[in-house]
């Protein structure tokens, strides 16, 4: 029986060489020459594509020589300045410089947008104190604790005034005085006075709980706006309602009794 084991023998020594340093660096060579040859290739693919498709590259004029006064003042012109796109799909504007005109603003439609005139300012010292037991002495003045008043923004009308309606005279002075009394009812005021108390009359913005007193007065036809107070639109209103000394004489309404406020207790 032939046995098939063979002694161990050793490698030949082109085999040795196959494997070794040498071997290796045969192999590093080939690479780079197929990496040069495939750069090689790469850059005659761009060289071509940049044959076939051009690109087109846009020149900048030099600017043109102007004078001082033109640098100075440009001039730009609004006649076919819009941009055009799409012609074959839409239409350009014509735009005509010369049909543009400036016309002035329309004025407001109503008055709700309109700002409000500003209320009067006081002086910095001055507070808001409760005035008890006011007693009218004109259609827009009253005493109260030793000061003397008239509200801000109105002017009083005549005692003596005598007022005419449809020809007919009636004494509106004297109803417009006992009007503001009748609605005070001897209610204390809140009013802006001065921290001393002076001997002149002072004019004051002053109020009933929420009521504006020369809102009331003005808008009810008792008193006159001032021409440079806040009041005049309430004068409007008062005479297109023939309000007041504005319309015919009325019977006055007796108002409900009720008992004036008193001072606090020191």
Not at 21 to 29: I, V, W, Y
Not at 66 to 71: E, F, L, R
Not at 128 to 149: C, D, H, I, N, Q
Not at 168 to 192: D, E, S
Request: proline share 10%; glycine share 8%; charged share 20%.
């Amino acid at each position: 029986m032939r046995s098939n084991w063979l002694p161990n023998r050793r490698p030949a020594s082109s085999e040795l060489g196959a494997c070794g340093p040498a071997g290796q660096a045969g192999r590093l060579r080939v690479m780079i020459a197929v990496a040069s040859l495939e750069l090689l290739v790469g850059i005659l693919l761009l060289v071509k594509a940049a044959t076939l498709f051009p690109v087109e590259r846009t020149v900048t004029d030099p600017a043109p020589d102007v004078s001082d006064d033109v640098a100075q003042h440009p001039v730009r012109s609004i006649v076919n300045s819009a941009r055009k796109i799409a012609e074959d799909l839409i239409a350009p504007p014509q735009i005509e410089g010369s049909g543009v005109e400036r016309v002035e603003p329309r004025l407001p439609l109503g008055d709700l947008g309109l700002a409000s005139q500003p209320k009067p300012s006081m002086p910095k010292d001055w507070r808001e104190t409760p005035l008890y037991r006011p007693v009218a002495t004109s259609s827009a003045g009253f005493e109260s604790m030793g000061r003397k008043l008239f509200i801000s923004g109105t002017q009083s009308v005549e005692a003596d005034r005598i007022c005419l309606f449809h020809e007919r005279a009636w004494p509106c002075g004297q109803r417009a005085r006992a009007a503001f009394n009748n609605w005070m009812r001897g209610r204390a005021l809140n009013c802006f006075v001065p921290p001393v108390v002076d001997r002149f009359p002072v004019a004051a913005t002053c109020r009933l709980g929420k009521q504006d007193v020369g809102a009331w007065l003005v808008s009810n036809g008792w008193a006159l706006a001032l021409p440079s107070g806040i009041y005049g639109k309430a004068e409007a209103t008062a005479r297109t309602a023939e309000m007041g000394i504005f319309g015919p004489h009325r019977r006055q309404q007796p108002d409900s009794p009720q008992r004036p406020a008193s001072p606090p207790e020191s």
